[in-house]
């Protein structure tokens, strides 16, 4: 691992319904993503990923850059558990909505561009 290279997070949701995916997708899209990027991230990406032909969820899957562990690490301490405790209110086990989360950390070893410039 190298103190060089910027260490990504990811979190990815599956819904088995289509108006949870949509409020959740609206809740990131309307303040959580900036509020990420605005207490550490460098940037961010959301990705709506099609029905999964096995499971017939589908996911929203979230990525987060940071500039690189410690950075990640302080976000974690200092802003995500505030960050998360909205959406646990939101979107957690007591909500009533059916979300499944996985969450990973890794080094981002490649990126070039802006993926919006290719058509």
């Not at 974690?76 to 960050?83: G, K």
């Not at 059916?98 to 990973?104: P, Q, T, W, Y």
Request: aromatic share 10%; with cysteine.
């Amino acid at each position: 691992m190298s103190q060089d290279l910027c260490t990504v997070y990811v979190v990815r949701a599956y819904f088995s319904d289509a108006q949870t995916r949509a409020e959740y997708e609206a809740w990131l899209l309307n303040g959580h993503v900036a509020a990420v990027e605005r207490t550490g991230a460098l940037s961010a990406a959301v990705c709506r990923w099609d029905q999964n032909s096995d499971t017939g969820e589908t996911a929203i899957e979230t990525h987060y850059v940071f500039r690189n562990r410690a950075a990640f690490a302080a976000y974690e301490a200092d802003h995500a558990p505030q960050l998360r405790a909205d959406g646990v209110r939101l979107f957690g086990p007591n909500s009533g909505k059916l979300i499944r989360f996985e969450r990973s950390v890794g080094d981002l070893c490649y990126s070039q561009g802006d993926s919006r410039a290719m058509d």
